[in-house]
T-cell receptor
Framework: KAGVTQTPRYLIKTRGQQVTLSCSPI?????VSWYQQTPGQGLQFLFE???????NKGNFPGRFSGRQFSNSRSEMNVSTLELGDSALYLC?????????????FGSGTRLTVV | DAKTTQPNSMESNEEEPVHLPCNHS???????IHWYRQLPSQGPEYVIH???SNVNNRMASLAIAEDRKSSTLILHRATLRDAAVYYC???????????FGTGTRLTIIP
């Protein structure tokens, strides 16, 4: 079966711009989470959605937002980009969150802010 | 969130068993122990999880101490493809997030 698909794979943006990243979960998975990975901070949790509702949010500024659609696909948006937002953004899906089957991660979107 | 402690790095010879330790002395009674690994240039991959009893699956085994303050991920026969960063994470159903630490970087020596 198809895995978690993230688009685009690579992105270069300028400071001050905004960006939208997309994630298509595994068919049937209703939970989608987003993580940011940087060399300095490692993997950090951004937020998690289940059935279009945000259930949990990490410690990121309000410039980071997300949403989930009725087909479970999710998008995350970062407004007013800063150089420090350069990172690998990973999406993960699961049936219903932290369950007995674990999260399946996508390969990520590498965002570079210049 | 309860914290886990892992060695920064470990080495093992190919085709030998590998034991990756994790300490979690502040674990609560409802915390599950999850292991993920991240291969180079890939997203993390679920390996195994458990609550109290030892667990086995096709990828690995998880041995959990009786007091649950530590656990060990066991790769029975390491291959070069097992070279990755391994993360031990405590989770709780209802707290839908994974809190990654720095993990253990496993190097497999041919």
């Amino acid at each position: 079966k198809a895995g978690v698909t993230q688009t685009p794979r690579y992105l270069i943006k300028t400071r001050g711009q905004q960006v939208t990243l997309s994630c298509s979960p595994i068919s049937g998975h209703r939970s989608v989470s987003w993580y940011q990975q940087t060399p300095g901070q490692g993997l950090q949790f951004l937020f998690e959605y289940f059935s279009e509702t945000q259930r949990n949010k990490g410690n990121f500024p309000g410039r980071f937002s997300g949403r989930q659609f009725s087909n479970s696909r999710s998008e995350m948006n970062v407004s007013t980009l800063e150089l420090g937002d350069s990172a690998l953004y990973l999406c993960a899906s699961s049936l219903q969150g932290v369950d007995n089957y674990g999260y399946t991660f996508g390969s990520g979107t590498r965002l570079t802010v210049v | 969130d309860a914290k886990t402690t892992q060695p920064n790095s470990m080495e093992s010879n190919e085709e030998e068993p590998v034991h990756l330790p994790c300490n979690h002395s502040t674990i609560s009674g409802t915390d599950y122990i999850h292991w993920y690994r991240q291969l180079p240039s890939q997203g993390p991959e679920y390996v195994i999880h458990g609550l109290t009893s030892n667990v086995n699956n096709r990828m690995a085994s998880l041995a959990i101490a009786e007091d649950r303050k530590s656990s060990t991920l066991i790769l029975h026969r390491a291959t070069l493809r097992d070279a990755a960063v391994y993360y031990c994470i405590l989770t709780n159903f209802g707290n839908e997030k994974l809190t990654f630490g720095t993990g253990t970087r496993l190097t497999i020596i041919p």
